[in-house]
């Protein structure tokens, strides 16, 4: 074999430079840098430094032939033309790693069966022998086809090299060590760093990669397998030359041990891991670990004392579960308050979920570089602390600001004097704002509207991030207390979905009534706002009355009614989830719910079954908009089958009962004339049901009065 090696160094998408200056560090000359990695040809001692040293590279791959493809069996005969039995024994096993497409290959199993067969045909040929293949292998042959173009490898790493050997339990967010090397390269580190400090360092990775760059520690000493371990040019004496030389560089570093890394997490789980993976390093002695908060974080150097600025390093949580968005909103904010109070004369590098992220520190970077954590895109912004760091200001956030304290003074002051402790604070007042506030007691939900479709998604989810940053500093609730939903631009109750489970849980009231709410793990809270005029309506008439509720939902305005004394209140609605919660209304307003009927079942399916000798004197009908649910017998469209709906209701009806019928769909039509030739009459009471906190937006409902006409 060749002296000279043909080569390709693997990493991840955006690294490519990074890699490219590392192999040029490392002395290899003529390095070629394409998308995914590099091509360089060097000796065997510099291909084992690669392997050892390189930070980057996800695999380093030794060229072994190539052809073009025609047609599928092209390739284990090109395949075969290679002297497989000078590159692995017969006696050893060997995995195929098959990546690319062709006319012909159109799924990487059957590319790496085809693979294969030309490698054991070569075998068998040649020794009439033949290796096994193992998904634990001594042999990893790498092959990709491109367009028409294959070519295959023997992968000298065996595998990844992000695995170093020294983590071996990790966090549920794990950055890769590549990435994580690349982070802090990014950030400054080198062999004179002083001072790193990360302040959310989880099990230490950051750190570690950093300070195995500051005392030379070679990353991949620690690795017990390597993929040329079998290969049949590999020249074992010269392997432990080169790593022996690595051993006594970092033993030469570590014996002044000058730098210092400081760790701080909230989990001392996390930090138990860290200190073992540092100890596995041998980096202990340099490394700290604490407790602590990154929000309340204070340096761990004098930045003044320091002959060079120390750096914090670090890659906060990015809140990628719903509900979460709006306490890591928020945490970066509180984060970046801490930085430029207490950090001044520090270089900084955070690695975040995206760019709205990043402008909730409020300050002014450097660089921003785009990396990639396996398939997730980051973005990794430095910050030089030794400047002056002004928070940023936008003309629009005087106007939120004042838009928000205005509306909360007004309506905390009406909803008091009202009687309730859940009412809507903000609805879309702004239009580049475009969500509405509601207030339960001491907590917030945000409803986020869809944007426009000429408004890019980036710029809307900026928008709504100041929103919920403005809330946060302009009134009195705790970031734990609020919560984020996403919506299309309507109010009607449309299909109830179930969100990620958090169970911030609340009971609020109105007009002395009591409902329990759950404010995260539903689409809807279990109470709509906008209808309390409705229901207390409907409990002012229901004394000594029978109370039909349709699509009752949480039974809220059953609820009312029986508080207003209704004999017998009888709730329908499909879903067995809200009847239950609706029953846990009832008894949290100390109401005997044997006196009272919660049905199961189809809402208008059961309006057909019924007989007219069972009639009410009260109907509560409050369909959804629209609703499309597969355990419905029928498509519900309000405005098309709002009348079908009222002659199906008033045959329930007593002779001088009354039907409350309310929908929220924005440009509803009655059609009077239809119900008049159902006999049945409508009085519009909308105006009137309309509160002081919809009173922006009158078309949030429609409510109206039915009785028979004749």
């Known amino acids: 074999m060749s002296a000279t090696l043909q080569l390709f160094a693997t990493c991840a998408k955006g690294l490519e430079p990074l890699l490219f200056d590392e192999l040029n560090q490392l002395g290899i000359p003529q390095v070629r840098q394409t998308a995914g990695g590099c091509w360089f040809d060097c000796s065997l001692e510099q291909a084992y430094q690669v392997c050892l040293w390189t930070r980057l590279a996800n695999r380093v791959l030794l060229k072994l032939g190539e052809c073009f493809v025609k047609q599928a069996q092209d390739i284990p005969l090109a395949v075969a033309q290679t002297e497989w039995e000078q590159v692995f024994a017969p006696e050893d096993t060997f995995l195929i790693d098959f990546s690319g497409r062709h006319p012909d290959i159109r799924h990487t199993q059957f590319g790496a069966q085809l693979v294969k067969d030309g490698i054991v045909d070569r075998f068998r040929e040649q020794l009439n022998q033949r290796p096994s293949v193992s998904k634990e292998p001594d042999v990893r042959i790498n092959a990709h086809l491109h367009k028409d173009k294959l070519t295959w490898y023997l992968d000298l790493a065996g595998e990844s090299l992000h695995k170093r050997g020294y983590r071996q339990q990790q966090g549920a967010a794990p950055l890769r060590e590549t990435l994580a090397a690349a982070v802090v390269i990014r950030a400054g580190v080198d062999t004179t760093t002083d001072v790193v400090m990360d302040p959310f360092c989880g099990s230490g990775t950051l750190l570690l990669e950093a ?18 371990q079998a ?44 200190r073992q993976n540092a100890e596995r390093l041998g980096l202990s002695h340099v490394c700290d670990w604490q407790v602590g908060d990154a929000e309340h974080a204070e340096p761990a150097v004098n930045a003044a004392e320091q002959h060079t600025a120390p750096l914090l390093i670090c890659n906060p949580p990015y809140g990628e579960r719903l509900g979460e968005e709006v306490e890591t909103l928020l945490l970066y904010r509180r984060f970046g308050q801490q930085l430029r109070q207490q950090f001044s004369g520090w270089q900084v590098a955070v690695l975040a979920g995206d760019e709205t992220l990043l402008k909730r520190l409020k300050l002014r970077s450097q660089r921003k570089y785009k990396l990639f954590n396996g398939a997730i895109e980051t973005l990794l912004a430095t910050y030089d602390l030794t400047v002056e760091q002004a928070e940023f200001t936008q003309t629009q956030s005087n106007d939120l600001a004042n838009r928000l304290r205005k509306n909360y003074q007004k309506l905390e002051k009406w909803a008091a004097k009202e009687g309730v402790n859940a009412w809507r604070l903000y609805d879309a007042d702004l239009p580049e704002y475009n969500a509405a506030v509601d207030v339960y007691d001491d907590c917030i939900v945000i409803q986020e509207y869809a944007a426009p479709k000429d408004i890019p998604p980036a710029v809307a989810k900026d928008r709504l991030w100041f929103l919920i940053d403005t809330l946060a500093s302009e009134l009195p609730f705790k970031a734990e207390n609020m919560t984020l939903k996403v919506r299309q631009r309507q109010a009607g109750k449309q299909q109830y979905q179930k969100q990620t489970p958090r169970g911030l849980v609340r009971i609020v009231h109105e007009y002395g009534v009591q409902f329990e709410v759950n404010l995260s793990d539903y689409l809807d809270t279990g109470l709509f706002l906008d209808h309390r005029w409705a229901r207390r309506e409907l409990g002012k008439i229901s004394a000594d009355k029978s109370v039909l509720n349709l699509f009752a939902y949480t039974c809220s305005a059953s609820v009312h009614a029986a508080m207003g004394g209704a004999k017998e209140v009888v709730s329908v609605d499909l879903s067995k989830t809200y009847l239950a919660w609706g029953e846990r209304n009832f008894h949290l307003n100390k109401l005997n719910t044997r006196a009272h009927q919660f049905i199961q079942a189809d809402c208008i399916a059961w309006l057909r079954e019924q007989r007219p000798q069972q009639r009410y004197d009260v109907i509560f009908l409050d369909p959804p908009t629209f609703s499309n649910s597969k355990r419905m017998d029928d498509v519900l469209d309000v405005q098309r089958d709002h009348v079908q709906l009222l002659k199906l209701a008033a045959r329930l009806l007593k002779d001088d009962g009354v039907i409350l019928f309310s929908n929220n769909k924005r440009k509803f039509k009655l059609d009077s004339e239809a119900l008049a030739e159902a006999f049945l009459v409508a009085e519009d009471l909308t105006k009137r049901s309309i509160s002081a906190d919809f009173e922006r937006h009158k078309g949030i409902h429609h409510l109206f009065k039915v009785r028979h006409s004749g």
């Open 211 to 228: 300070a195995m760059i500051r005392y030379q520690l070679a990353p991949g000493l620690q690795r017990s397998y390597w993929g040329f």
């Open 231 to 274: 290969w049949l040019g590999h020249q074992h004496s010269l392997w432990l030359q080169v790593r022996e030389q690595a051993e006594q560089r970092f033993a030469e570093a570590i014996a002044e041990p000058s730098a210092r890394f400081y760790g701080l997490d909230n989990d001392p789980r996390m930090l138990g891991i860290a």
